[in-house]
């Protein structure tokens, strides 16, 4: 009787029930995370335990044209890639909005690229991106447009468009489908009235559905966001940072200094040195969802 | 207002640019599956219709099932994904419920610390924990994957089963606490079963994010015996500078099927999971 006394106290209770998901957590996520940091002061390699040198592996970064030309690519491949998913997301959204034959089978098709391994489909693009035997480059050399085959990968602003283009294709199903669903939320009637009152289309998408979806896309756009900025798979398939560390990301740049290279010291500074971007886009959601609450004239829930 | 609009103008405006945006995003995939048919010959063969494959070989599937240890990979992602999601699925529900009924001192607070957690990307880990699993000697062994993957798991399930447990009526539980049934005999025979559709659709969700990831198991194993799809198919069909594209594409097309197929069955679930995480 008492046992169970005891463990009907909810904050007994309560805690007894956090404590696999947060002994896995606090051990797998929050005790590495401090690590990481630790070690980006440190001049660790593979096999040699480091020890610490300050900011000397910031300081060497910041010297590193490598290092540099990485950051700015991040930039370039995120601002690029997140601008163009959310055009043509939404887009792709009001299309699906529409009444349409076969719409849950389409929508369902429209999500396989978010679906399909990331790795697998990137393959595939490896193939389309090809220097000898590119479908692109056939379909243009026939067409009479171009008059020799594309090097996709091999010249690095080239190689640039390619990466951020393969990561807009897999980006678009998810912001079009969250989109979509929150174009769903929007009531019918508020259109109705505005076209009783003389509202054209781009007046009804200007100051209906745009400020009506204003909460749901900063929340996709951040996630879209957050995920393109640590992006890894997509560039170490296609090109593994070259040609010539043309396309490296910080992510990847990271890894190849750390994992291949033996640098887990400079491998986790520059590592590291992707925090306080993630945590603007944190923040950025964080009040991207406060508003959500007053603008839908509710309290918390 | 559709009926107002002519037939030729909805052609323009909808159908048109859908059609075009299904092609594009469906592309990729038809180009997939026809080289994964085409014999060599034909594939490097720069004459002829390269859209269409002329003699359909199933070279490239025996070579991968029989030539490399792709179905060793197949199996070991398996498991981990099946393993690694059953193990992060029974910790959030623990966790959700905890969260959103217990309402424990703290429960907001750890709340927004679980949605914290999943926006903490993988490659921001995988040094620090490469060190560790090294450290504890899980180095090339299935559980530095059992045990890491749940880091982006627990977060993404316990925040959608939050959302899921916030819509089963505070009633019913205050019913069956006044009828004498312990906070254990809500949660397994009120509160679960209504809950089954959340648990589908974060089951299958972290099923395929399981099957998707890369860095860590690109990281973590070295043996090829140990490998996942995604890592053996990158970095064991391609010698040297001799693509086999082929059998690349083969392997490609394989290891998308186990979630195509299983997306195909839960879609509905699946696109309640993805944009209830966004949405709540």
């Known amino acids: 009787m008492t046992a169970s006394r005891f463990f009907d106290n909810r904050n007994v209770l309560g805690a007894v029930f956090m404590l696999p998901a947060a002994a896995l957590l606090v051990f797998f996520l929050t005790y590495p995370l401090g690590l990481g940091v630790w070690l980006g002061f440190t001049d660790t390699k593979i096999g040699r335990p480091g020890e610490w040198i300050g900011i000397e592996n910031y300081e060497f970064l910041l010297t590193d044209g490598v290092f540099r030309l990485s950051v700015y690519n991040t930039f370039l491949y995120t601002a690029v890639a997140s601008v163009v998913k959310f055009a043509l997301g939404l887009w792709l959204a009001l299309l699906l909005n529409n009444n349409i034959p076969f719409k849950s089978l389409i929508r369902a098709i429209v999500l396989l690229p978010f679906i399909v391994p990331t ?55 998810f912001v079009a489908i969250c989109l979509l669903a929150g174009l769903q939320t929007i009531p019918p009637s508020m259109y109705e009235a505005a076209s009783i009152d003389g509202a054209t289309p781009w007046q009804q998408f200007w100051y209906i559905t745009l400020p009506m979806l204003s909460p749901i896309i900063a929340v996709v756009m951040t996630f879209s966001v957050l995920f393109t900025f640590t992006d890894f798979q997509l560039i170490w398939v296609l ?39 993630l945590l603007a886009a944190i923040l950025f959601s964080y009040f991207g969802l406060q508003r959500r609450r007053w603008q839908q004239g509710g309290s918390d829930k | 207002m559709h009926y107002l609009e002519s037939v030729t103008r909805r052609w323009v405006t909808v159908y048109i640019p859908l059609l075009v945006f299904l092609f594009v995003l469906l592309f990729p995939f038809y ?31 025996r070579k991968l099932f029989f030539g490399t240890s792709y179905p060793k990979w197949m199996w070991n992602t398996v498991i981990i994904s099946v393993t690694a999601t059953f193990v992060s699925l029974a910790a959030s529900v623990f966790a959700a419920y905890a969260i959103e009924r217990l309402r424990f001192r703290g429960s907001r607070q750890i709340g927004l610390a679980i949605f914290l957690a999943y926006l903490i990307p993988p490659s921001i880990l995988f040094i620090p924990l490469a060190m560790m699993v090294f450290q504890v000697g899980l180095f090339d062994t299935r559980w530095a994957l059992i045990l890491t993957y749940p880091t982006f798991l627990i977060p993404f399930c316990t925040w959608l089963l939050m959302g899921y447990f916030r819509s089963i009526p505070f009633e019913l539980e205050e019913c069956a606490l006044i009828d004498g049934a312990t906070r254990w005999q809500i949660l397994i025979k009120i509160v679960l079963p209504l809950a089954v559709p959340g648990l589908i659709s ?21 043996a090829s015996e140990n490998k996942t799809v995604p890592v053996g198919v990158i970095t064991e069909l391609v010698e040297g500078d001799v693509y086999h594209w082929g059998a690349l594409m083969a392997g490609a097309l394989v290891g998308s099927l186990p979630v195509a197929i299983m997306y195909s069955f839960f879609v509905e679930y699946y696109v309640a999971g993805m944009t209830g995480a966004v949405k709540e």
């Open chain 1, 239 to 277: 090109t593994r940072g070259g040609p010539i560390n043309a396309t490296h990301l910080m992510a990847t740049l990271s890894f190849q200094r750390a994992i291949p290279g033996g640098a887990l010291g400079e491998g986790a500074a520059i590592a590291t040195a992707m925090i306080p971007f």
């Open chain 2, 202 to 222: 974060a089951g299958i969700f972290a099923f395929t994010l399981s099957w998707n990831e890369f860095l860590y198991a690109l990281t973590f194993i070295s």
């Open chain 1, 119 to 173: 790795v697998l489909s990137a393959i595939a693009f490896w193939w389309i991106y090809d220097p000898q035997f590119s479908i692109v480059s056939w379909v243009l050399v026939k067409a009479g447009l171009m008059d020799h085959y594309i090097d996709f990968l091999g010249d690095p602003n080239l190689a640039r468009m390619s990466t951020i283009i393969a990561n807009i294709w897999r980006g678009v199903p």
């Open chain 2, 31 to 61: 180009w997939m599956v026809i080289t994964s048919f085409k014999s060599n010959a034909e594939l490097l063969s720069t004459s002829g219709n390269p859209f269409w494959v002329v003699q359909p070989t199933l070279d490239h599937f």
